[in-house]
């Protein structure tokens, strides 16, 4: 029944790597989404995808990069992992219909906790 | 630009007693609204959401939310706390054409 899989629940990693976190959803969802999560934060958008090979910046792009070669993946990328990346990243999808937004509900991964030492 | 201020991060309650958590936003058009349920270890799962036909908004899990416009709010309410809704619980905001704005979160701490 898993519809949006993030491919690590934990990671740890030293500052200067590059880290690299899978998200795949089995929906055939045309949108999908990076979000940072950060304790009285709440989500931020880091960037967003509304087909394959389109991107756009979300709220707080700096330091990431993101990738979607196939529709039903879309991975995020830390070029060189900094202390103040750490956090949950959390994966979304949406299906098409109003964009990026408007009442589409959008179906959450399990998440990702990053720890950069 | 839109915004949400969920107030108050922590909120415990006694089993069997009212949930209420509240939601404020802002938007410049008219928003769609949302409340999500985070439990430990999980994803965000949708609640409830509020797309511009009835105010009063049912959800899953005995949980409602009732949009009042004149306030700008979308407060989440249960009448019966459950232990099983321990969880953190997010208000979130959008309008057609922008992005999902989130809310900071607010943790709901049941008492046995």
């Known amino acids: 029944d898993v519809k949006v899989t993030q491919s690590s629940r934990y990671l740890v990693k030293r500052t200067g790597e590059k880290v690299f976190l899978e998200c795949v959803q089995d929906?055939?969802?045309?949108?999908m989404f990076w979000y940072r999560q950060d304790p009285g934060l709440g989500l931020r958008l880091i960037y967003f995808?509304?087909?394959?090979?389109?991107?756009e910046k979300g709220d707080i792009p700096e330091g990431y990069s993101v990738s979607r070669e196939k529709k039903e993946r879309f991975s995020l990328i830390l070029e060189s992992a900094s202390t103040n990346q750490t956090s949950m990243y959390l994966c979304?999808?949406?299906?098409?219909?109003?964009?990026?937004?408007?009442?589409?509900?959008?179906?959450f991964g399990a998440g990702s906790r990053l720890t950069v030492l | 630009a839109q915004s949400v201020t969920q107030l108050g991060s922590h909120v415990s309650v006694s089993e069997g007693a009212l949930v209420l958590l509240r939601c404020n936003y802002s938007?410049?058009?008219?928003?769609?609204l949302f409340w999500y349920v985070q439990y430990p270890n999980q994803g965000l799962q949708l609640l409830l959401k509020?797309?511009?036909?009835?105010?009063l908004v049912k959800g899953i899990n005995g949980f409602e939310a009732e949009f009042k416009k004149s306030e700008t709010s979308f407060h989440l309410t249960k009448p019966s706390a459950h232990m099983s809704d321990a969880a953190e619980y997010f208000c979130?905001?959008?309008?057609?054409?922008?992005?999902?704005?989130f809310g900071g979160g607010t943790r709901v701490l049941v008492k046995p």
């Open positions: 509020y797309t511009s036909a009835a105010t």
């Open positions: 979304a999808s949406s299906p098409q219909g109003q964009g990026a937004s408007g009442a589409n509900v959008l179906t």
């Open positions: 929906m055939d969802h045309e949108n």
């Open positions: 938007s410049s058009v008219p928003p769609y």
């Open positions: 995808s509304y087909d394959v090979k389109m991107k």
């Open positions: 979130a905001v959008t309008a057609a054409g922008n992005k999902l704005t």
